[in-house]
Nanobody, 116 residues
């Protein structure tokens, strides 16, 4: 059974930094691209960043380019999202995502709130 567990969300002030983690299990982590999504209240879920199997290729939403960095550690089956220069509009529930065996798998999400 595929399992994705996010952690690291919390309340942070504007301009602050935060690192989210996603622990993966139940599949061969190194064989699959991974993504971070987020969903703000009243808005649709949106793609934040995606990383290739070996981590050599990454893609970001325009709204986070230059501020967020996605990475992965295949030996530990972990994915990360380093978020810098956080803005109030980054407030959302952040989800870890993997497309495995023709199924979209999601974690339970971790809340990030950017507020003074």
């Amino acid at each position: 059974q595929v399992q994705l567990v996010e952690s690291g969300g919390c309340l942070v002030q504007p301009g602050g930094s935060l690192r989210l983690s996603c622990a993966a299990s139940g599949f061969t982590f190194s064989s699959y691209a991974m993504s971070w999504y987020r969903q703000a209240p009243g808005k649709e879920r949106e793609l934040v960043a995606r990383i290739s199997t070996a981590g050599g290729s990454t893609n970001y939403a325009n709204s986070v380019k230059g501020r967020f960095t996605i990475s992965r550690d295949n030996a530990k089956a972990m994915m990360y999202l380093q978020m810098n220069s956080l803005k109030p509009e980054d407030t959302a529930v952040y989800y870890c995502n993997a497309w495995v065996r023709s199924t979209d798998w999601w974690g339970q999400g971790t809340q990030v709130t950017v507020s003074s």
